[in-house]
């Protein structure tokens, strides 16, 4: 197959350089990391969620809060719950006190439910929940179970049987406030009888099916503990920088996927899930092809079950296979959690897998994570993601890769094909935001904040000021005309939960397709104002009016300036290449530089400016050069042709907006004016003029 019939692709969509200052790699004198030591700073709140990247050390953390809840603050025994049960081996014992702590971490054999043999299905293994009715009633004080098994337990043996313990509740974002969510409504539960103590623990709060994690009232409750991905990356030793892509093919993906497989990296495929577009519906032909396309396989390691192939140079790699559900694959399990490896660079070189290998999996040598089809949602992305971010020695570069079907706008399938493409991109934009610099919105001239610098000339009055702090990478912006929340609510939505909205913004199939494909018909404060308005309210009913704005321009704020930094970084010309431009993002500027480029270009920032930003501007510009101009071109042909009519919900926020134009120009929008905004509003104010009428008349009808 020629090179044009599988395009390979060489631009990444996101692209971050790390100063690798070892911070988050260093231990207080109770043997805590940064993160470690945040979370256990908050070991008195009665609920906790933490809210920290992979490798951040979350399981530590928790076992350090556990022990002082026990021995210091009256709570009778903890259960550590877990999704699966491979990531139970996430919380065995630790010598804690070796390193300065006043306990070790111990969990006696007969309580590390995760490793009980049987599955976790109450039918098939009863003994697990009598085992956690056992527990409860005895004087010991640490159990590791699964989400399952809990579940199971719960409804069994009530609420009252865990009153006056810690429930710790790993990878958060399974739980879900929809009452179809057995874990969350138990959860639930517990928290509104308030008998209980709570950490959660989880490295994507969001969930893919846009979701409410907890409902706003229970959330409230606790008191949160953030690590973001940019102090964690910035702070290893070794890994310096990171590149996540999206490359698109034609024809098969065996045919496309050694374009993006290099055999000399760590890397794990994950190949599509049997209902994707991109599977050949035969799994284990699948990885046989892969193997093929790598070499000659000279048969499997019989300790390991490790197929070996050679590849055309000599030299023989190992691959594990996960795909294959036969007898072999525990073996080939065991193989990969054999401790004595953990720190083996050459113990194995690709791993194969389709459902497994994702979150939880601790393979720090991971260099490359080659995702084929897009997956099921967005946290699944960020999960892994975070199988290749993880710090080892030797290891420099990271990188992600979702190869996936290029659409094909001429085939009946078109719909499926633009949404996974769109799902792509949106998992691209949200991790561009996970892995920025967390930024902090004040009004024009609200006065040096404290911990930021603002350069050598330091925080003048009047001017255009941005402040950064070296020590977590927040980055401070006055923004002229934002809306401060009101409530503390608010406050910490905007503080801590700006990623949580942006996931629902970029969640959404139309918001994207419109911003992105259909860019040139698109008004940008259709994006900006009425959807994000929209999804703001809908996240967050309980918040009032003015609370629920300043949460919107906060988001909207965020993801303009990650993009319009980017947009910078993109023309900044890398001396390197001579000079050349090519368009890709340039890891050589920092995110916070082109922010600073970005405020300095336009000499006043004010929220009027930034909901005149299409927030897909720059995913348009890479989606461009990544995808084939024609196929680009008749997937905006199909999108454009789809009227969108403004739902009376929308009509009455433009009516509202409109109002707020009346009021400072002391006229009403114009329905022939030259700006799209302006003509919008009107357009809304005609809508909800007709709707009323029609309203109006049916009563009248009524009447008769």
């Not at 337990?153 to 049987?161: R, V």
């Amino acid at each position: 197959m020629s090179t044009e019939e599988t395009k390979r692709y060489s631009i990444p969509t996101v692209s971050i350089k790390t100063d690798r200052t070892g911070a988050s790699s260093k231990s207080n004198a109770l043997g805590m990391r940064p993160m470690q030591e945040r979370a256990y700073a908050k070991r008195g709140e009665q609920y906790l969620l933490i809210k920290s990247p992979p490798a951040s050390g979350k399981s530590r953390a928790l076992m350090f809060i556990a022990l002082d809840k026990l021995m210091n603050q009256g709570v009778k025994q903890a259960l550590i719950v877990v999704p699966e049960r491979s990531i139970g081996g996430s919380f065995a014992d630790e010598p804690l006190s070796q390193y300065g702590f006043f306990s070790d971490w111990v969990v006696k054999p007969q309580w590390n439910l995760c490793n009980a043999p049987g599955t976790d299905d109450v039918k098939v293994a009863p003994s697990k929940v009598k085992a956690v009715g056992e527990f409860l009633a005895s004087d010991d004080k640490i159990l590791v179970c699964t989400h399952a098994t809990f579940r199971f337990a719960y409804q069994e043996l009530g609420p009252t049987a865990f009153d006056d313990r810690l429930i710790a509740v790993d990878e958060f974002h399974h739980v879900s406030s929809d009452q179809n969510n057995i874990l969350g409504r138990q959860l639930t539960e517990l928290i509104q009888r308030n008998k209980v103590h709570m950490v959660a623990m989880t490295g994507s709060y969001f969930r893919g099916d846009a979701e409410a994690v907890l409902a706003p009232d229970d959330e409230a409750r606790f008191d949160t503990v953030t690590y973001t991905y940019y102090e964690q990356l910035n702070g290893y030793e070794y890994l310096k920088s990171l590149d996540i892509g999206y490359y698109f093919y034609t024809g098969q993906y065996l045919d496309a996927v050694m374009r993006v497989l290099d055999p000399s990296l760590k890397t794990i495929v994950h190949i599509p899930n049997v209902n994707a577009r991109e599977s050949l519906k035969q799994k284990h032909k699948e990885v046989e092809g892969i193997m093929d396309g790598l070499g000659t396989w000279k048969g499997t390691d019989p300790q390991t079950g490790f197929h070996l192939v050679e590849l055309p140079e000599g030299r023989v790699i190992k691959i594990a296979d996960l795909v294959d559900d036969g007898d072999v694959r525990s073996a080939v399990l065991s193989a990969l959690k054999d401790p004595k490896q953990k720190n083996n660079s050459d113990h194995v070189d690709i791993i194969i897998a389709l459902g497994m290998a994702k979150e939880g999996f601790d393979w720090i040598w991971c260099e490359h994570a080659l995702t084929i089809g897009y997956r099921n949602s967005l946290t699944e992305i960020v999960q892994i993601i975070g199988r290749a971010t993880r710090d080892a020695p030797g290891k420099e570069s990271a990188r992600f890769t979702n190869l996936i079907a290029e659409p094909d706008a001429s085939e009946d399938m078109v719909a499926d094909a633009i949404n996974d493409t769109l799902k792509a991109i949106a998992a691209s934009l949200l991790m561009e935001q996970v892995l920025a610099p967390r930024f902090e919105f004040t009004p024009k001239n609200a006065g040096e904040q404290p911990g930021f610098d603002y350069g050598p000339d330091g925080y003048k009055q009047g001017q255009l000021n941005i402040g950064v702090n070296h020590d977590d990478g927040r980055v401070h912006v006055e923004v002229k005309g934002l809306v401060e929340p009101k409530s503390e609510e608010a406050a910490r939505i905007c503080r801590e939960d700006i990623n949580e909205v942006l996931a629902s913004f970029v969640q959404n199939s139309k918001t994207l397709e419109r911003g992105l494909f259909d860019h040139d018909n698109t008004i940008p404060e259709e994006l900006t104002i009425l959807q994000m308005g929209k999804i703001v309210r809908e996240k967050y009913p309980h918040l009032e009016e003015d609370d629920q704005e300043a949460v919107r321009q906060y988001a909207v704020a965020a993801l303009a300036f990650t993009q319009k930094a980017k947009q910078v970084e993109m023309l900044v010309t890398d001396e390197a290449t001579g000079g050349a431009n090519d368009g890709t993002p340039k890891a050589n500027l920092a995110l916070i530089e082109g922010v600073k480029q970005f405020a300095m270009s336009v000499k006043e920032l004010d929220i009027d400016l930034i909901d005149r930003i299409n927030p897909f501007d720059t995913a348009y510009a890479i989606l461009a050069k990544a995808m084939d101009e024609k196929t680009l071109k008749q997937v905006q042909a199909v999108i454009a042709a789809r009227k969108i009519n403004i739902p009376i919900e929308e009509a009455r926020e433009l009516a509202k907006r409109a109002v707020e134009f009346k009021r400072d120009r002391n006229r009403l929008p114009e329905i022939n004016a030259a700006d799209p905004w302006e003509k919008r509003m009107a357009e809304g104010i005609a809508v909800l003029t007709r709707f009323k009428a029609s309203e109006k008349r049916k009563e009248g009808n009524g009447n008769a």
